[in-house]
Nanobody, 114 residues
Framework: QVQLVESGGGLVQPGGSLRLSCAAS????????MNWYRQRPGKERELVASISSFGSSTNYADSVKGRFTISRDNAKNTVYLQMNSLKPEDTAVYYC???????WGQGTQVTVSS
């Protein structure tokens, strides 16, 4: 059974930072590309970042490029999203996604507000 468990969300001030984690189980973690998505209030779910199986390739949405960094630790079966210079428009529910297995995490709330 493929499972993804997210953590690290919370309330931060504009300009602050958060690090999201997604712990995976039930599959060979390194076989799958991993994505982070987010869904902002009243908006469609959007792809934020993706990373290849061994971390050699990464891609980012233009809205987060230069501020967010996706990484993974295959020994820990975990993918991360480091979020810096946060803006109010980053407020969203963030979801981890295992592309090969089309499996979602439960989502974690990120709120950026003064």
């Amino acid at each position: 059974q493929v499972q993804l468990v997210e953590s690290g969300g919370g309330l931060v001030q504009p300009g602050g930072s958060l690090r999201l984690s997604c712990a995976a189980s039930g599959f060979t973690f390194s076989n799958s590309y991993m994505n982070w998505y987010r869904q902002r209030p009243g908006k469609e779910r959007e792809l934020v970042a993706s990373i290849s199986s061994f971390g050699s390739s990464t891609n980012y949405a233009d809205s987060v490029k230069g501020r967010f960094t996706i990484s993974r630790d295959n020994a820990k079966n975990t993918v991360y999203l480091q979020m810096n210079s946060l803006k109010p428009e980053d407020t969203a529910v963030y979801y981890c996604y295992a592309r090969l297995y089309k499996s979602w995490g439960q989502g974690t709330q990120v709120t950026v507000s003064s």
